[in-house]
């Protein structure tokens, strides 16, 4: 099987250097990403069980170098294929919803299914046009929801995202690319969501986002924020140029209540009061522009989450969150930057705050350093730095906790971020006396403002 791949992989190598098109170095980086996401494949493959399966799996392969033979005497194609698994053998996945993100840099895809399925995607390079080309993902066993049409986009990255039941049992998606560079498929579950973020260089007219940000973002989420964002204060004299605006990230929201302490205090509840107790401090004290992904008991997307900072032109990105131990006498506050999971326990808590299991972390861990491309590991460690000790000072003044430092995990929240971004974890609600403190409005102001002063701290060290 490997030396099947092996020679599939010269067979297209073999195709992409004699139709002679365009860009190696290009090609170069999207054949690192394939090959990452074929490890996740595989390691998902070795995990399923079921015979009738792999010959199906098999007939595909056959089809797919068929396809790549066809392709091949049209003069210009590039199959890529992998195959990401589904857990069980099960009624068709409905395609429920495509959306989409522009970013100043990228533009992000979601295309949302009501069940996990298997797809495999494919890139084509159109002959003679530099960087124009498409991808197309075959969602298998899944159907079209009527209510699902194609998508358009035209942001200069993306023209359209076009949808079909290309076959009774398979959804094809298919991305007209006006430029690429790179691109990366990954997935989110619950609901089980496939991301494909895609670089490249913006067409000029488009590529002002910051013109885009002046406008209100067509986001319905910063619509609903739009409350909070209308009240940012003018700039502040004196101010550092270089951080202006930050978004305030209280976690979870609508149906997804968090972590749970025993008393029924609900994190989304306690996370949102201190968000908003923070929200105005970096505005009153810090004159930032503070944008929310939330204000409100709603419910947003982890990928979205991010995608609003990057749409907003966000210099810092604070998520708030509140801890949970099976271990009820775990307690105090730590706070993270995004990374590959160091101990056992950052992964356990990045499986709970990502709302999947542990064997789900470990396939994000698998292609975390390709969608880490852009994230600013230093800065973000140098802001959990600063605003691990200010805040843990200020609430231990009062409150007196353990310190459980700055660490890193591998949490969907914050990846896709383009600017320095943390996880703050601002006590155990499975702990009974940090419960009562998460609860109490003194502890919640304290947090806010140590917060705040590690973010000031932050800034005085970029002068
Ligand atoms: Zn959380």
Redesign the pocket.
Known sequence: MRRMLIFSWITIVAVFFFSALPSWAEEGATGKTAKHVKKVGKKAKEKEDGKSKNARKEGKKKAGKKEARKQEKKGAALPKAAAIKSEEPEPAALVKEIRHWSNPDYTRIAVTLDREARFEYHRILAAGDAGASRVYIDIEGARLDPGVKDHPIGDGLLKTARVAQYRADVVRVVLDLDSIKDYKIFTFSSPFRIIIDVKGDRQPEISATKESIKEAPPLAEVAKIAAVEEKVQPAKKGKPAKIRRIVVDP??GGHDP??VGAGGTR?KDV?LQIGLKLARKLKEELGLDVVMTRSTDVFIELQERTAIANKVGADLFVSV??NASLNRNASGMETYYLNLAKTEKAAQLAA??NGTSLEKVSLLQAVLFDLMANYKLNDSAHLADEVQKAAYGKANAQFPLKNLGVKQGPFYVLVGATMPSILVETAFLSNEREEERLKDPRYQEAVAEGITAGIKGYISTLK
């Open positions: 976690g979870h968090g972590a994190e996370v969150h509140a709970k705050e």
